[in-house]
């Protein structure tokens, strides 16, 4: 059967567009087809038609992909690359490129079965490797989606689809990766992740590595070849480019200077040292396929470019005086240290700090550039001072006002932003930094160096094509991390490379010194947990913030408020470990059961540590929140990965109380968690939505933040007034916004627990602001009652069970069953569990006054977990006896949630 399906990719022009007859303007691919059609990357059918709904084989998906990659193939190549492909069809030239490349290898039959369909992970793999897309090929942590297991071997590509969109299905939903793929999904999918890479600068390409004959010989540059040093040659990248090259296969990666011309090879693209080859791989295969994407060509430009006039020089900067921010009508009492420039260089980091007399608790700064878009920075006010450490971000001209806590407006400063592009006389630079490091002080992480012979700063990350870049002058030696920095990176390693330089007078616009790199080396990334330590309940008297893999963590202190008996830490695989006080405190035990410390405690914790990343340790109040949280991380890791939390910068909740939509959110939120976790998706109750309300609502007008009230109820007490039947748990936290909130009650073991529960299926939210100006979030979760009108589907399923276990089955019997359910009935009712109630009132003698004159059994269980019931039922063996005939049975489920069940069996 012969196909018209074509890709053509062009960067020239754009191709006449026409409307597919069988492709409408309200066809769900249509944006997608009509884009790609647009540019020349696909066509239809003679007929005009596009035919989106056909299934694609491979032979057209691999030309599809390859050229919609922007591959070049030899159209010339008539060889088979499988023995299965006839000699001369047309699509050996691509399928001949695409295998060279790593993107296919057949199957393991060593065939490539042309006319096979093509299902949806094959596709997807395939358009990531063709359009020079890196995956990380490391199992994740959690699903994707529903039906893709994390130990699937393209489990990887769909984690990487998406955190690029390319779905639209969530993370609770199924996506069937086994379906074969259609034209119009393979063109949807190619549509938007072009959307996603576009613009980024990495190719797909071959790459060799030089004889051996040829170390100590002349190079392009005029340095001779060091086979022990990661370089390489190119046929156009300016000499000194430095260029990060990743395996396609192994994702092994290794950064290389250009600094010759090459490969003779046409066919090739790099030819490698020796070092740099065997940096990602072993040299049997001779040639490899690589990813590339150049670093650094701004810098080769710095470097080459001497452009005096464009730099600000300090006698051409204006400057705000000290003064600048102190207002009268607005009762803004700020006075810098130090007057502010009116021109700072892109990506440059300062610190503004001054004098405040008043009764804020932090000062805010607003940057705004020219679009609109607002940044802002805190600074803490301590002793009637306080510093903000500023980021002047990217090219422009821009505002900044500062405002103290509670004020909305303040006069406003404009400055102009440059570009990082020129130098003074370009001199060789010897200046160092040393002891680089990265500090951890309560909820910061603080890059430091020292400087040596120099007063300028560069600090460099690179991870895939994403570059962060930070600058700092006068002698600035240390960055606060934003974390809204690295809210794209990745878990894993990033490239991270400390410069530093020198000008006569600290300042970027008269540096006379090129760059020198004092540090080029690989951090691994990690998330960023914040930490909670109440004053008012717990004091930490130590405890490191570091150690080393296999070390022990001790952390001592003492407590001022009662505490759970044990201590819990999580591990960096997800796991909850309890740990014990060393105290000689005495252990005491409350009313509902629970073990605790009273305030006063003087503890000492200790854990040995086993595995790499971040533990979290976690005290809890008697309540059951988090009075002490502390993440340790091990000396490899950077903690500079943001949580949602980590955005949280406003010291209050600035938000409004909509409690649709706070509820909204905070179900999406503790649902991804409890997919992630193989646990069902919890639904929105009405009658525990106000009960959590009102919980919300008397905490905080009493001022009193746990499970009882001033009263002495609990949740439990209220819930009957509530109409809800079953067992209930609760949680509750406050935090200065709604992620911040749920991951503070995440951070609690024994709230943990109750998010996880595989009981529950429904959970009421209830709001409030405290008065404090901290948002209060209350959860109430339940299991799903037993309704009336539920009941004869229940004794049915109960009936069918057990019959499917018998010999011989079990027939109902009306007279028993009447009975039965007014036994279960009773003892939910009355709150008990026996064969005879408060007043003596036995079963037996219930089963003779209804008329029951034969040999009656009976059985009773009961359980909050149906299928637990079931258990309990099946592992009682008398109501197995083939003597048995006839049955009644009765359910009922008491207030606490305890399903009830009566028995009664005769022959």
């Known amino acids: 059967m012969k196909y018209f399906f074509f890709l053509l990719f062009s960067f020239i022009s754009l191709l006449p567009v026409f409307a597919f007859t069988d492709v409408p303007d309200q066809y769900e691919h249509a944006d997608a087809i009509y884009a790609l059609q647009k540019v020349g990357i696909l066509q239809g059918y003679d007929d005009g038609s596009f035919r989106p709904e056909?299934?694609?084989?491979?032979?057209?998906?691999?030309?599809?992909?390859?050229?919609?990659?922007?591959?070049?193939?030899?159209?010339?190549?008539?060889?088979?690359?499988?023995?299965?492909?006839?000699?001369?069809?047309?699509?050996?030239?691509?399928?001949?490129?695409?295998?060279?490349?790593?993107?296919?290898?057949?199957?393991?039959?060593?065939?490539?079965?042309?006319?096979?369909?093509?299902?949806?992970?094959?596709?997807?793999?395939?358009?990531?490797?063709?359009?020079?897309?890196?995956?990380?090929?490391?199992?994740?942590?959690?699903?994707?989606?529903a039906d893709v297991p994390v130990d699937a071997w393209y489990a990887p590509y769909f984690v990487q689809a998406k955190k690029y969109g390319i779905f639209d299905q969530k993370v609770y939903e199924n996506i069937d990766p086994g379906h074969a793929v259609t034209r119009g999904e393979l063109a949807e999918i190619i549509y938007k992740l072009r959307q996603v890479v576009k613009g980024e600068d990495q190719s797909l390409v071959l790459a060799s590595f030089y004889a051996d004959t040829l170390h100590g010989t002349k190079t392009e540059s005029g340095e001779k070849y060091d086979k022990n040093l990661y370089t390489a040659a190119h046929r156009s990248?300016?000499?000194?480019?430095?260029?990060?090259?990743?395996?396609?296969?192994?994702?092994?990666?290794?950064?290389?200077?250009?600094?010759?011309?090459?490969?003779?090879?046409?066919?090739?693209?790099?030819?490698?040292?020796?070092?740099?080859?065997?940096?990602?791989?072993?040299?049997?295969?001779?040639?490899?396929?690589?990813?590339?994407?150049?670093?650094?060509?701004?810098?080769?430009?710095?470097?080459?470019?001497?452009?005096?006039?464009?730099?600000?020089?300090?006698?051409?900067?204006?400057?705000?005086?000290?003064?600048?921010?102190?207002?009268?009508?607005?009762s803004i009492n700020i006075t810098l240290y130090s007057d502010m420039y009116n021109a700072y260089f892109e990506n440059e980091v300062f610190d503004i700090s001054g004098k405040y007399i008043g009764e804020a608790s932090y000062i805010r700064a607003l940057i705004k550039d020219e679009s609109g878009k607002v940044t802002e920075f805190f600074g803490a006010v301590k002793d009637e001072g306080f510093m903000i450490q500023v980021d002047m971000g990217g090219a422009g001209v821009k505002t900044l006002t500062l405002l103290p806590e509670g004020k909305n407006e303040n006069y406003t400063a404009s400055f102009e932003v440059t570009q990082q592009t020129c130098i003074i006389a370009a001199t060789v630079f010897d200046g160092s930094a040393a002891n680089i490091r990265f500090d951890i002080e309560d909820n910061d992480v603080i890059i430091r160096w020292d400087l040596q012979g120099a007063n300028l700063s560069r600090l460099e990350f690179f991870q895939g094509g994403k570059i962060i870049r930070k600058y700092f002058s006068h002698s600035k030696h240390g960055w606060k991390v934003d974390y809204r920095q690295f809210q794209e990176f990745a878990f894993g390693e990033a490239r991270f490379v400390v410069s530093v330089a020198e000008s006569p007078d600290g300042n970027f616009g008269s540096r006379n010194t090129s760059w020198n790199s004092v540090q080029d080396s690989y951090k691994n990334l990690g998330k960023h947990f914040f930490r909670i330590q109440e004053e008012d309940d717990i004091v930490i008297t130590s405890g490191q913030s570091r150690f080393q893999p296999g070390g022990e963590i001790i952390i001592s202190g003492t407590t001022k408020s009662p505490v759970l008996s044990r201590a819990a830490i999580f591990t960096p695989g997800g796991d909850i470990t309890y740990l014990s006080f060393e105290t000689s405190s005495v252990k005491k035990t409350n009313e509902q059961g629970l073990e605790y410390y009273e305030a006063g405690m003087k503890f000492i914790l200790r854990y040995s540590t086993s595995q790499k990343g971040a533990y979290v340790v976690d005290i809890s109040h008697l309540n059951g929140y988090s009075i002490f949280s502390m993440p340790l991380y091990d000396e490899s890791v950077a903690p500079v990965i943001p949580s949602y939390a980590t955005f949280q910068y406003d010291p209050k909740f600035q938000g409004t109380v909509d409690l649709a939509s706070l509820a909204a959110s905070a179900l999406s939120l503790l649902n991804d968690d409890r997919l992630a976790a193989s646990e069902s998706r919890l639904e929105i109750d009405a009658a525990l939505s106000l009960l959590a309300q009102y919980r919300a609502d008397v905490m905080i007008q009493e001022n009193n933040f746990s499970h009882i009230d001033v009263s002495g109820k609990t949740v439990i007490d209220y819930k009957i007034e509530y109409g809800v039947k079953t067992s209930v748990a609760e949680n509750f936290g406050r935090e200065r916004g709604l992620e911040l909130v749920y991951e503070s009650i995440m951070r609690s073991a024994h709230f943990r627990e109750n998010i996880f529960d595989s009981h529950w299926r429904n959970v009421g939210f209830g709001f409030g602001v405290t008065q404090d100006g901290q948002l209060l979030m209350v959860q109430v979760f339940s299991a799903d009652s037993i309704e009336e009108k539920d009941i004869e589907g229940y004794r049915d399923e109960l009936l069918n069970f057990l019959n499917s276990n018998r010999n011989k089955l079990f027939v109902p019997q009306a007279s028993l069953t009447s009975v039965a359910q007014a036994w279960s009935d009773k003892m939910s009712t009355e709150e008990f569990f026996d064969f005879s109630d408060s007043e003596g009132v036995t079963l037996s003698a219930e089963i003779r006054k209804s008329g029951v004159l034969q040999t009656v059994g009976t059985f009773i269980a009961g359980n909050s977990e149906w299928n637990d019931l079931l258990r309990m039922v099946e592992e009682h063996s008398e109501v197995y006896e083939d003597k048995w005939r006839k049955m009644g049975i009765g359910i009922s489920q008491d207030n606490n949630g305890i399903i009830k069940v009566t028995l009664l069996y005769s022959e």
């Open 54 to 145: 056909n299934t694609i084989n491979r032979a057209e998906a691999v030309k599809l992909m390859v050229l919609g990659g922007g591959i070049n193939v030899n159209v010339n190549e008539k060889v088979p690359p499988f023995s299965d492909i006839e000699e001369g069809v047309w699509f050996i030239p691509y399928v001949t490129k695409a295998k060279s490349l790593g993107i296919i290898k057949g199957n393991d039959d060593g065939l490539f079965h042309a006319s096979r369909e093509t299902n949806l992970a094959e596709a997807l793999k395939v358009v990531f490797l063709s359009h020079g897309v890196r995956v990380s090929l490391s199992l994740p942590s959690s699903v994707p989606y």
């Open 237 to 330: 990248l300016p000499l000194g480019s430095r260029v990060e090259l990743t395996h396609a296969k192994t994702s092994l990666s290794v950064i290389v200077t250009i600094n010759d011309r090459g490969p003779s090879n046409p066919d090739h693209d790099f030819l490698l040292s020796r070092a740099a080859f065997q940096a990602i791989t072993s040299q049997s295969p001779g040639v490899v396929p690589l990813l590339y994407r150049v670093l650094d060509a701004q810098n080769i430009l710095e470097e080459e470019l001497v452009r005096k006039e464009e730099c600000y020089q300090k006698e051409d900067r204006e400057s705000y005086k000290d003064t600048y921010f102190y207002n009268e009508d607005e």
